[in-house]
């Protein structure tokens, strides 16, 4: 595959991409076994093909932040405590699912579907997207989206890439994953002062978006899961009676 191995060597030798100056000293069957993981771990593969269709390669392989396209695990039979006060339900999640260490950012938004629809762009780049030049902040969410946008990103994925079924995930999946097995008050500990240190509250966001993984990520591996932009789940609010279930609940038909 001309976009695999050969395509993660290009700049091997900058000190500011360490995976790929790492991957460029093995030899190239190694490399070659490293490219066929990351098929299955990262979305790296599918926005590389992308970036090369749009003649982008080099601008995704110089800024884009290599966090935004790992998945990481979440394991079937998960349980956790959802809800407080007279609403805790006892959780199973039988699904075993894989969520984007990051939010999606511009950059990946742009590749996939051709603009750009973000208010927060000062000081980005423009860059030159199926005929239309495009300003965008590549590492930096992207916001103001619908719901509905949302649907034609994941849908828009999953046509290009038919190894997974991507989607939103369940506000049960997506409170579990912030959670990611914390006791405490927070997520981030019983400090609320640590928040600073995980998310971009109002205190210290600066009233603007930040680059994604700029701070620490929670125990799960996943950053921003509070702070920055708010995130869209796949099924809309609903009560739950107090109880143990077998999840995750859909409140949502689709």
Same mark, same amino acid.
């Given at each position: ?14 000190? =500011?991409?360490?995976? *790929? ?8 069957? %190694? =490399? #070659?076994?490293?490219? &066929? !993981? ?23 392989? @110089? ?14 039979? =998960? +349980? ?9 339900? %006892? ?9 984007? #260490? ?7 938004? $742009?590749? #996939?579907? @051709?603009? $750009?629809?973000?208010?927060?762009? %000062? ?11 495009? +300003?965008?902040? /590549? ?19 999953? %046509?290009?890439?038919? *190894?997974?079924?991507?989607? *939103?995930?369940? @506000? ?38 930040? /680059?994604? &993984?700029?701070?620490?990520? !929670? @125990? ?17 609010? #609903? ?16």
């Amino acid at each position: 595959d001309q976009v695999g191995p050969s395509l993660l060597s290009i700049r091997g030798g900058s000190r =500011r991409y360490r995976y *790929k100056a790492l991957l460029a000293r093995l030899p190239a069957a %190694e =490399r #070659a076994q490293v490219w &066929a !993981n990351l098929e299955h771990t990262t979305s790296f593969p599918l926005f590389a093909k992308l970036a090369q269709k749009h003649g982008q390669t080099d601008y995704l392989l @110089e800024h884009a932040r290599f966090e935004s396209f790992l998945f990481v695990p979440r394991k079937a039979g =998960r +349980k956790f405590t959802m809800g407080e006060g007279s609403s805790i339900n %006892e959780m199973t999640l039988t699904e075993a699912i894989a969520m984007q #260490a990051t939010t999606p950012t511009q950059l990946q938004w $742009a590749l #996939a579907l @051709e603009e $750009a629809p973000s208010h927060f762009t %000062e000081g980005g780049h423009t860059i030159r997207i199926a005929g239309k030049d495009l +300003k965008i902040l /590549p590492n930096h969410p992207v916001e103001t989206i619908d719901y509905f946008d949302t649907d034609r990103y994941e849908a828009k994925l999953t %046509e290009l890439d038919r *190894k997974f079924n991507y989607r *939103k995930p369940y @506000e049960t999946e997506f409170e579990e994953a912030a959670r990611a097995g914390a006791k405490t008050t927070y997520v981030y500990g019983d400090d609320e002062k640590m928040f600073k240190k995980h998310g971009w509250p109002y205190e210290n966001s600066g009233n603007k978006t930040h /680059p994604v &993984a700029s701070l620490r990520p !929670n @125990e799960a591996g996943l950053f921003d899961m509070a702070g920055n932009v708010s995130q869209w789940v796949r099924d809309w609010y #609903a009560s739950i009676p107090s109880g143990k279930r077998v999840v995750p609940p859909r409140t949502s038909p689709y």
